[in-house]
């Protein structure tokens, strides 16, 4: 089955345009990010490839410290320009069966770090091409110029039902995963009392 909304991915989703796959695809190129791991350090070069809604970002975490085994919840990593403009930021969850990563000097972990995207703010593509007129995004309204859930796509009753749903699909996906995250500490807590 096709996606409706013109993704080349397995799955429902709203794909990025062409613009904003330009931008990212620029920022590659000229290798003008790199990867924050907030408390930890930072990757240089961190292999970044792309499609038409999803950002995938490899690197290698060498950890130079603690001397001794320490318990990490979750790395706060930030996708950044050098010229120091934010383009995301999360807390990636690290824990496994309830318990925490546990680090310590000497480890190296090989990652993948999967960002799923919703839109570019226009304003950042227009720093960067400055040559793009008229509207960046699928999510941006013509009128307004603010990102919206239907934005400027011309969609059918059926097609505005889906996008609705998906949106609520997603904002309920946080509150399953802490309630995944409870259930596997209780369990975890259980089979070790």
């Known amino acids: 089955m096709a996606n409706e909304f013109g993704g080349k991915g397995k799955g429902l989703y709203i794909p990025i345009t062409e613009i904003e796959q330009e931008f990212i695809s620029r920022l590659i190129d000229t290798k003008e990010m790199y990867l924050l791991i907030h408390d930890w350090g930072f990757v240089d ?6 499609g038409d809604k999803n950002l995938h970002v490899s690197f290698k975490m060498f950890f130079d410290r603690p001397e001794f085994p320490m318990s990490v919840y979750f790395f706060d990593l930030e996708l950044m320009t050098r010229k120091g403009v934010s383009l995301f930021r999360q807390k990636m969850n690290t824990e496994y069966g309830g318990s925490p990563l546990m680090v310590m000097q000497g480890l190296e972990l090989d990652m993948v770090w999967d960002i799923a995207i919703k839109n570019i703010d226009p304003k950042l593509i227009k ?7 008229g509207l960046t995004s699928r999510l941006q309204d013509k009128t307004t110029g603010e990102i919206t859930l239907l934005g400027n796509m011309n969609l059918s009753s059926h097609q505005k039902r889906v996008v609705a749903k998906m949106d609520q699909t997603e904002k309920s996906i946080p509150l399953l995963e802490a309630e995944m995250k409870k259930s596997a500490r209780e369990l975890a807590k259980k089979n070790r009392g």
């Open 45 to 50: 070069n961190p292999l970044i490839t792309f």
């Open 127 to 133: 720093q960067l091409m400055p040559s793009v007129t």
